[in-house]
C-alpha cells in the first residue's frame, strides 16, 4: 500500500495531456518542491478529468481520473478584495 501523509490540492487547472515531467514542473511551480509520501491533485478547466501525482519515497506515480457526467468540485482562487 501506498502511504500518503499529506494531500496537496492545487487551484490552478491542468492541462490534461500533460505528462509526468510537465506535471512535476507544475508542482515545482506551485508548491516549491515535491515532498515523499504526498499526493498532488490537479483537475482541468472543465472539471471533468483529475491527475494525481504521489511520491510515494522511491519513486513517482501519476494516475488519472475521468468522469462520463457530472464534473469534481474544485477549490478556486478569487482574485480582488475578499
Not at 472543465?46 to 513517482?60: C, S, T
Not at 469534481?72 to 480582488?80: D, S, T
Request: glycine fraction near 8%; charged fraction near 20%; aromatic fraction near 8%.
Amino acid at each position: 500500500m501506498i502511504r500518503i501523509a499529506e494531500i496537496w490540492l492545487s487551484t490552478q487547472p491542468m492541462d490534461m495531456r500533460a505528462g509526468m515531467d510537465t506535471a512535476m514542473a507544475q508542482i515545482m511551480k506551485a508548491f516549491g518542491s515535491i515532498k515523499p509520501h504526498c499526493a498532488y491533485l490537479f483537475c482541468n478547466k472543465r472539471g471533468h478529468r483529475m491527475k494525481v501525482l504521489v511520491h510515494d519515497g522511491l519513486g513517482i506515480w501519476l494516475c488519472a481520473r475521468q468522469l462520463e457526467q457530472g464534473k469534481f468540485h474544485w477549490a478556486q482562487i478569487h482574485q480582488g478584495k475578499p
